[in-house]
Structure formats: structure tokens, C-alpha cells
T-cell receptor, first 109, second 112 residues
Framework: SQKIEQNSEALNIQEGKTATLTCNYT??????LQWYRQDPGRGPVFLLL?????KEKRKERLKVTFDTTLKQSLFHITASQPADSATYLC????????FGTGTRLLVSP | DAMVIQNPRYQVTQFGKPVTLSCSQT?????MYWYQQKSSQAPKLLFH???????NEADTPDNFQSRRPNTSFCFLDIRSPGLGDAAMYLC???????????FGPGTRLTVT
């Protein structure tokens, strides 16, 4: 069955550093991969979508890479801020999404 | 602002007592989704509508039903809630051509 793995341990970093989150998947060949941010008790918020034929996508301080050979996506937040603290979810698919459990990011001042 | 609205934000129901959660959208999107999310777990798709076409996930219990009377509104009915149905229920929409989904704030369901 399809499986998406995100690091279940929280990632703690200092303000100003680059946060890198990983999404690995198996038994799936997604044409699209998406990243969402979720704050406690709130619905996810869309951040970025990357297609299988795109290696990298950027939006302001965010960068996503998609390696279909490794079956992995990396999500980077540069110059991180305490306001970036949240859970980040990886999702595969286009009309129907399969979500990972997310990785919690904690940015300390 | 265009948005996805869910009511109520918090719902308490008794074991076995039917409950309805509602979702409305001002985005005029074709596709509406219902997800269940339990603590520290991934959102799990229950079903979705593409316009009026209903699509049920294979592992969605029969206890869960949905209605979409028009483009703007979608309802989730839980016919006989069990303790295991306590969760956050998320409604989302997408345009059907752009694949990003827009989520509402969720309804936290407690079953006593």
C-alpha cells in the first residue's frame, strides 16, 4: 500500500537558520507533490505544489525539491523565524490527496 | 475574503446520537472534500464531491454520509457516532483544475 514517511520527531532550530524537512514515499508514483502548513487546532494551509517533471520550486523563503528516483521531497525554509513554527505536511496526488503525518518545526529566537 | 467556513467549530454529541457537521465555501470551487484527522495523525480522506458526483473512499465506514445540496454547501452526517469517531473533521475545496486544496478551520467532535 502507499506509504508516506515524514520524521515524527520535532525539528528544533535557531532563528535565522535553514530548516529542512523530508518526505519519503513508497509504492506510489505521484505526478504531483504538495506541502501544507498546519497550526494546532487549525486546518492545513497550502504552501507549494511541485510536478514530477520539476526538480525544484521556490516561493519567497520556501524551496521544495522533488526526486522521483529517490522517491523523496525536501522542503526548505531559509532564514527561519519563530512564526514558522508549525507542523508541515507532505501530500501526494492531485485531485485526491494522501497526506503524511507531518513534521513539527520549532524555531527558537 | 473568499473562504471555507465550518460550523460549529466544536461539537459534543452523545454515543449513538446522530450529528451533522456543515461546510460552506465562497470560492465557487467544483470539488469539496471531507477529511478526518485524529491527534498526531495525517488527515484521512472520507469522501469528496466533484460537482454533484459523490466519491466515497473504500475504507470510509457506512456510518458516515454526506450531502451536497448546492455548490456552496456540503454536510457530513455521522449516523451513530462511536467513541472512535472523536476527531477533527476538515472540509476542503479545490477548483478541479488547480490542485491545491483550501481547508476550513475544522470542527472538533467530542463523543461522550
Amino acid at each position: 500500500s502507499q506509504k508516506i514517511e515524514q520524521n515524527s520527531e520535532a525539528l528544533n532550530i535557531q532563528e535565522g537558520k535553514t530548516a529542512t524537512l523530508t518526505c519519503n514515499y513508497t509504492n506510489y508514483s505521484p505526478a504531483y507533490l504538495q506541502w501544507y502548513r498546519q497550526d494546532p487546532g487549525r486546518g492545513p494551509v497550502f504552501l507549494l505544489l511541485i510536478r514530477e517533471n520539476e526538480k525544484e520550486k521556490r516561493k519567497e523563503r520556501l524551496k521544495v525539491t522533488f526526486d522521483t528516483t529517490l522517491k523523496q521531497s525536501l522542503f526548505h525554509i531559509t532564514a527561519s523565524q519563530p512564526a514558522d513554527s508549525a507542523t508541515y505536511l507532505c501530500a501526494l496526488g492531485f485531485q485526491k490527496l494522501v497526506f503524511g503525518t507531518g513534521t513539527r518545526l520549532l524555531v527558537s529566537p | 475574503d473568499a473562504m471555507v467556513i465550518q460550523n460549529p467549530r466544536y461539537q459534543v454529541t452523545q454515543f449513538g446520537k446522530p450529528v451533522t457537521l456543515s461546510c460552506s465555501q465562497t470560492l465557487n470551487h467544483n470539488v469539496m472534500y471531507w477529511y478526518q484527522q485524529k491527534s498526531s495523525q495525517a488527515p484521512k480522506l472520507l469522501f469528496h464531491y466533484y460537482d454533484k458526483d459523490f466519491n466515497n473512499e473504500a475504507d470510509t465506514p457506512d456510518n458516515f454520509q454526506s450531502r451536497r445540496p448546492n455548490t456552496s454547501f456540503c454536510f457530513l452526517d455521522i449516523r451513530s457516532p462511536g467513541l472512535g469517531d472523536a476527531a477533527m473533521y476538515l472540509c476542503a475545496t479545490s477548483s478541479g483544475t488547480n490542485y491545491e486544496q483550501y481547508f476550513g478551520p475544522g470542527t472538533r467532535l467530542t463523543v461522550t
